[in-house]
């Protein structure tokens, strides 16, 4: 939610910069300007209102002292108590009304964001060079499958179309992948962080995700009462949450942290020929980076945070790019992004394995989480998130990059420990 002050200080700016994010506003900030001014006016009135009741029901002790008849003040009173309600139920409709448009408005993008989609999305750095074989590469499906890495099929019998399942020294590739990121961000002193993987509603709505996106998750109703939880489709939505409706102090800051969980999404699933695998699916494992810091931090915070994306694929050796997201490109509750591309061959070009996003106070303000300085007043804290990693598009293309000419892999250094010293992962005869 962003900070009615600066819509009302600056409308036309406001407007602008959703523009750039290609979402004409005008309407939506018109509105909202003329609840608020409802709102407003509303308040003061039936504050009048309870002064003028306070004040009159405060007389009524000396008039009966003085013998007087007190019938038409307690008849003052009932109409002043049924104009305040009057008033106090159409304020509460236009809270309502207002509240839905702020939560409904996306964040506002940096202002050195191009504007745009993904069409000006601009590459700000790259490491490596990209891989060539001297031989024809195979898809990642057929290695997976002729290593008997992951089983398609019996992940399909199981769940459906979508889901798939890891098998042998599969599972334990992928094992090793998310220890080699836990261990990273235990290095550089992050809290590690196991959070529920059902959430409650309130978890989506402070993180930005709900109410528009209510619909791409999967919803788990209870047999037993009315409550609704989802699955959670990245660990941001739990770990946004950690602090909903808290102030905490300075010294608090920041908050560093990562937790591991998979993730559910009813929305992913294209069947492009070139996403066949586990490129898209609707379930994947990601470790996922977030922290909560003091707002000129937050800066500094997402360097951090791109910068350890960076690391955990310099790592495993893989050729890739840094790209500074455009504003259409970034996700609606995100004011800036940076995403970490790889190339899986088999797509004939780069694919995202980690976006880093700084929120600014867009979620705080959501959840209500806030900081105080030392006597100061609680002011919005700044939240930032990054995937650290994604496993389901690291696999496809560590074993696509990673084959020998034989349809045998070669395995990262950095994950060989987690493997028993395994260095090649060959068809068993």
Known sequence: MIDIKRIKEDPQGVIELYAKKEKDAKAEIERILEFDEQRRALIQQT????????????????????????APVFAKMKELASQIKAQDEKLGEIEKEYRTLMLALPNLPDEDLAPGGKENNEPIRYFGEPHVFD????????????L????????????GSGFWMYRGLGSRLEWALLNYFI???????????????MLEYQCGLTAGQFPKFADEVYKIENPTDDRVHYMLPTAEAALASIYRDEILTEADLPKKMFAYTPCFRREAGSYRSDERGMVRGHQFNKVEMFQFTKPEDSDEAFEELVKKAEDLVKGLGFHFRTVKLAAGDCSASMARTYDIEIQIPSMNGYKEVSSVSNARDYQARRGNIRFRREGGKPEYVHTLNGSGLATSRIFPAMVEQNQLKDGSIVVPEVLRKYLGGIEIIRKED
């Open 47 to 70: 504050e009048a209102m309870k002064s003028e009741q306070n004040k009159v029901s405060k007389s009524v002790p000396a008039l009966k002292k003085a013998g007087e008849d007190v």
């Open 183 to 197: 261990d990273c961000h235990l290095a550089d002193g992050y809290e590690f962080v196991m959070p529920p993987h």
């Open 135 to 146: 031989f024809e590469p195979k898809h990642h499906v057929d290695l997976c499958t002729d």
């Open 148 to 159: 008997g890495l992951i089983d398609y099929d019996r992940g399909t019998k199981l769940a």
